[in-house]
């Protein structure tokens, strides 16, 4: 295997008696955006900031191109970072900001020049290299913040929170545009953040971390589709839990007693929950329903919520109350509260979960 | 109907814009009248005595106005003193910001309950009267005090402290040094640490990271603490009067003779006057300068 960009080997981080991260292991591979996705406080950016250098693990190690960090300081690292707040020195101008990183470095006065208007191009900023941080805009001071990382060229770039600041239009488009300069130069983001979107929208894999421990590790979409545990399904997109027990091979039973295919190899009566996305339950009109593979099972709309681009139903189908969420298509069949339905999904569509 | 975004009486904005400055004026109104009769007014009177006559039995006429006063300033007596006091003091400052800079960067950086002990540690001093630390100094640098039985101890025989400018200067540094270090843990304490992570990020190492990051940043809290230092240290009275000799005479103490001593009213005021318009000009100055920095 290639030599990843990161491995964090065992990593732990305590803070007196809080245990920050609790021996994590992963490795991030070259050229990759990588995601730490969690809910505040589960130690993403502890685990960032002992990438960086600005703290040291307690114990375990962290390994970046296959040199082994130990006490090695922050400034000694080949790594750089944008910090949540931007972190822009507030009396020096865009320019000095920007060349800090190159002047400590000891590169010569022109290539500094050189180096620094061709990173403020690369982030749209060329003609603000007089101002200061003040004078910009929350965007710009993000992008300035993005160019004095960049501009140092570090083997990996690591992110906090970067867009957290922006507003919802800004940061949207500020997702797309991280992730295309991240293609363009090529280097590995290692991006730390609470919002899932960000981290679906951006991300060739996401970490899920929560109590300071990783949860999974996988592309967006193995994420989303195959959780492996219940905290990873519930914080990542909305989802139905659905408390069944295992009834032999791939079989579960509902609570009524129900038999409902399932792919899950635990022994008979082991109590499983299965989780299953309410755009992956589909409605239909009784008789109207797919044969078999399709899971059935009929049910009444208890609650019917049009939010615009689409609808959601609460189907109660007896032993469970499922959520159904079904897009605002033309032609879609719309549902009315205390309508008769069958709710179907594939069997393929639903995960089990160990409780 | 009016348009959207005028205001439908615009008499009626520009009369609460200024209800606003005349209650702002209110407010201001004790602080000035203060400042008017007791500082203002006396230095008027200052100004006019500097221009008087002085008799040959000590009294002052405010007639025959000239500048007699104000040509003494450069006789060699005087240029001295004053070389000495603006020596001194610029010592004093120098070792008070050596000092505090690093104490005041501690406090700032402990937890906020060891933060607020520290500081008020800092404060305990001024529960007692300067005059009698300034007393106590005289105690210990004196010819049988602490200072020198334990110099004696060492085998440095003899060595006298008391009445020398050293004397004046460590009795100096020691009251002024509060005065810069609160200004400093004020400046410190509001930094933004993680523009210290940033700049250790950005391959500073620890010594360049204080010097283009901490030291520009917190400069605000310099400016203060050297004014708040040199000034007090420039025209020290009691200090230099109590720890000092003949030999090692301050402003204060000049000022102080002319008045009491020879009866000279107009060089007095003369002397008090330019002093305090260099001061001021000085500060501003200073503040001008500081102020770009930051």
């Not at chain 1, 960090?69 to 000694?76: C, D, F, H, S």
């Not at chain 1, 993005?146 to 906090?160: C, G, H, I, S, Y």
């Not at chain 1, 159904?324 to 089990?352: T, Y």
């Not at chain 2, 209110?26 to 000035?32: F, I, S, Y």
Request: proline share 6%.
């Amino acid at each position: 295997m290639e030599q990843p960009a990161v491995r964090l080997a065992r990593v732990e981080k305590h803070f007196g008696d809080v245990v920050a991260v609790a021996g994590l292991d992963l490795d991030i591979v070259d050229g990759e955006f990588f995601s730490l996705l969690g809910p505040s406080g589960c130690g993403k950016t502890t685990t960032l900031r002992m990438i960086a250098g600005l703290e040291f693990p307690t114990a375990g190690a962290v390994e970046i191109y296959g040199e082994e960090m130990g006490l090695r300081p922050a400034n000694k690292r080949p790594v750089n970072t944008v910090f949540q707040s931007y972190a822009l020195f507030p009396h020096m101008t865009v320019r000095a900001n920007v060349g800090f990183g190159l002047q400590m470095q000891d590169v010569g006065t022109a290539e500094i020049a050189d180096r620094v208007g061709r990173v403020l191009d690369l982030v749209q900023l060329g003609g603000f290299e007089d101002r200061k941080p003040r004078q910009l805009s929350g965007g710009q001071q993000q992008r300035v913040a993005l160019a004095r990382a960049l501009v140092n060229e570090p083997k990996v770039l690591l992110l906090d929170e970067p867009l957290g600041a922006l507003d919802l239009k800004l940061r949207q488009a500020m997702q797309l545009e991280l992730k295309a300069l991240q293609e363009r130069v090529g280097i590995t983001f290692v991006y730390v953040t609470h919002d899932q979107e960000e981290a679906l929208t951006m991300s060739d894999r996401i970490g899920v971390m929560s109590g300071g421990e990783l949860l999974q590790v996988g592309t967006p979409e193995e994420i989303y589709e195959h959780p492996a545990t219940r905290f990873v399904a519930e914080f990542i997109g909305e989802t139905n839990f659905v408390p069944v027990t295992a009834a032999g091979p791939d079989v579960v039973a509902l609570a009524d007693g129900t038999r409902v295919p399932l792919a899950a190899s635990h022994p008979a009566g082991t109590e499983l929950t299965m989780t299953i996305r309410p755009e992956k339950v589909v409605l239909f009109p009784p008789g109207g329903e797919p044969g078999p593979p399709a899971v059935t099972l009929p049910g009444t709309v208890t609650r019917r919520v049009y939010l615009g681009n689409s609808l959601f139903y609460d189907v109660d189908l007896g032993a469970v109350v499922v959520r159904s969420r079904q897009e605002n298509a033309p032609g879609a069949h719309h549902f009315a509260e205390g309508e008769n339905v069958v709710a179907a999904w594939e069997a393929a569509s639903a995960v089990a979960l160990d409780q | 109907m009016t348009a959207p975004g005028t205001p439908a009486t615009p008499g009626l904005e520009r009369a609460a814009a200024r209800a606003t400055a005349r209650r702002g004026a209110w407010l201001a109104a004790p602080g000035a009248l203060y400042l008017l009769l007791f500082f203002l007014l006396p230095m008027a009177i200052l100004v006019v005595y500097s221009f008087g006559t002085r008799t040959a039995t000590g009294r002052t006429l405010l007639e025959g106005w000239n500048l007699e006063s104000y040509r003494r300033l450069f006789d060699d007596v005087v240029v001295r003193v004053m070389w000495r006091s603006l020596w001194l003091a610029v010592l004093t400052t120098v070792i008070c910001l050596i000092v505090a800079y690093p104490f005041a960067y501690y406090i700032a950086t402990r937890t906020a309950r060891l933060r607020n002990l520290l500081l008020v540690l800092v404060m305990v001093p001024f529960w007692t009267n300067f005059l009698v630390r300034t007393y106590a100094w005289r105690v210990i640098l004196g010819r049988n005090g602490p200072l020198s039985t334990v110099a004696d101890w060492l085998g440095f025989a003899d060595v006298r402290l008391l009445f020398t400018e050293t004397a004046i200067v460590i009795g100096l540094v020691y009251g002024f040094l509060p005065f810069m270090v609160l200004p400093l843990y004020a400046s410190i304490e509001r930094m933004d640490w993680t523009l210290l992570d940033a700049g250790r990020d950005l391959y500073a190492s620890g010594w360049q990271a204080f010097r283009r990051i901490t030291l520009p940043l917190t400069m605000p809290g310099v400016i203060a603490g050297v004014i708040l230092t040199f000034i007090p240290s420039f025209g020290a009275y009691v200090t230099p009067e109590i720890l000092g000799g003949a030999q090692t005479t301050m402003l204060g103490s000049y000022i102080q003779s002319q008045y009491l001593g020879v009866s000279d009213w107009p060089f007095g005021s003369a002397l008090s006057f330019v002093i305090m318009a260099l001061m001021l000009v000085g500060t501003v100055i200073y503040f001008r300068t500081g102020a770009r920095t930051v």
